[in-house]
């Protein structure tokens, strides 16, 4: 598996670096914010594994940025900073979906266990959905291209497959366009350009209609009102390959 990328949102700067040099000596890769905005747009980038969070910050503090990451990715791993004897903020921060806190002032070791332990347990890595039946065709992620019974095939662009996968392997729950676009396009900036999203729905909805039946094609992408888009349940995983090393 690649370093592990942790981006710190904190604004002093001798804990932000203590923090920042203490998980590069361990072998992650770091992205330093020095307030909230910043902060919320590095968290949701496409390839943050964790992302530890002040609370006292800059312009946005790290309730607003945590409640705005939750309602964009939930899953995204997050350990709070906090001050102690706030033991409220813990609560507060553990009711709000945080992974888990540590304590100021805190030793590198302390810091470098409790962000080992986080992703041990969220950075297992999903199977891989290779082959997907949808109708009377076969979707075929690795290749990027659809084969129908009637011999036609369509080619899905890099994109396109992507935004399939991702939305095949979360089939069990709707994906917000936010969340799309921070882990497909990388894009942090919420309720900007949620619009490509649908674009790229729609075309690749245009490719997925199913030739066997043109009144009447199996639903591959729902549409969920005012939140996103879900996976189809006539979309039917047939082969997912297992993790790299596991
Ligand atoms: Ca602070």
Do not use: Q
Not at 131 to 158: K, N, Q, T, Y
Request: proline share 6%.
């Amino acid at each position: 598996m690649p370093k592990a990328r942790i981006v710190v949102i904190e604004d002093e700067v001798a804990i932000r670096r203590g923090v920042a040099d203490a998980l590069r000596l361990s072998g992650y890769e770091v992205v330093e914010a020095a307030d909230g905005p910043s902060g919320l747009r590095e968290a949701l980038a496409a390839s943050v594994d964790l992302v530890l969070l002040d609370i006292m910050l800059p312009k946005k503090d790290g309730w607003e940025v945590l409640s705005e990451l939750r309602r964009i990715d939930p899953a995204r791993p997050v350990i709070l900073l906090t001050a102690r004897g706030c033991e409220e903020d813990r609560v507060r921060g553990l009711k709000m979906g945080a992974d888990d806190y540590v304590v100021k002032p805190f030793s590198a070791k302390e810091l470098i266990a409790r962000v080992e332990a986080v992703l041990r347990r969220t950075r297992k890595p999903m199977p891989e959905v290779r082959l997907v039946e949808l109708g009377s065709g076969l979707i075929d992620l690795h290749r990027r291209e659809i084969r129908w019974a009637d011999g036609s095939r369509a080619d899905l662009s890099e994109t396109e497959s992507a935004l399939l996968k991702y939305l095949v392997a979360n089939r069990e729950r709707a994906v917000s366009r936010e969340e799309l676009l921070s882990r497909i396009w990388g894009i942090g900036t919420a309720g900007l350009e949620t619009r490509t999203v649908d674009m790229h729905v729609a075309r690749l909805r245009a490719k997925l209609r199913d030739p066997a039946c043109p009144d009447d094609p199996p639903e591959a992408i729902v549409t969920v009102r005012s939140h996103g888009y879900m996976a189809g349940p006539a979309l039917v995983v047939v082969a997912e390959s297992s993790p790299v090393g596991h």
